[in-house]
């Protein structure tokens, strides 16, 4: 039996950005990031869109990278519907504690072992870059939700810059077309696991 699922949601470009370059604040997405999310659109629709965007907000945690949660304004605390929020940084600075329902967590297994648990039987959102990459050279990501739009870029934030030397086996186990964006979920393959 399959544990709640830790799945990465990404919108990326098809040459493999999820911003434009110079993200910061004040230009959270970067130079022409918002593309990516035009898709975001249809979110109230009966459609790809909408279902793939309330499959997102029927989470029941959120992990982020430090990045990732200090552009979105540290989401005032609540990413959707209380859920907690697992920040996995570096390190955390004394006296700096989030909002609401954030925590920041430095140990990659320690955050993913916190987010199921407090999900229960609901699965766990990652949100940023940095923290997809760690969870997946720690073998912590079991799907990955890629809202792949049809554009190409050229420069900014990478999704999967750093994992390292060993490769990793995906399954594509669901494709949606929607309007403006395909959106792809794999299964990652453990090294227990075989392919489906």
């Known amino acids: 039996m399959m544990r709640n699922p830790i799945r990465l949601y990404m919108s990326m470009s098809l040459d493999g950005y999820i911003a434009g370059p110079d993200d ?3 230009q959270e997405l970067g130079r022409d990031g918002g593309r990516l999310f035009n898709w975001l659109d249809d979110r109230e629709s009966d459609g790809p869109n909408g279902q793939v965007y309330r499959e997102a907000l029927a989470t029941g945690a959120v992990i982020s990278g430090r990045r990732t949660f200090e552009l979105a304004g540290r989401w005032q605390g609540d990413h959707h519907d209380g859920v907690p929020i697992f920040v996995l940084t570096h390190h955390v600075d004394v006296g700096d504690v989030p909002p609401g329902h954030a925590q920041f967590v430095t140990d990659v297994e320690d ?13 766990v959102m990652v949100h940023g870059a940095g923290a997809a990459q760690a ?10 939700e890629i809202h792949l739009v049809q554009v190409l870029l050229g420069d900014g934030r990478r999704l999967f810059d750093h994992l390292g030397g060993d490769h990793i086996e995906l399954d594509l186990v669901r494709r949606l077309e929607g309007r403006d964006v395909t959106h792809l979920r794999y299964r990652v393959r453990h090294s227990n696991q075989e392919a489906t």
Request: proline share 8%; charged share 25%; aromatic share 0%.
């Open 135 to 144: 969870l997946l050279r720690a073998g912590q990501i079991d799907e990955m």
């Open 24 to 26: 910061r604040p004040g």
């Open 111 to 123: 955050c993913a072992r916190q987010a199921r648990a407090a999900a229960g039987d609901l699965p």
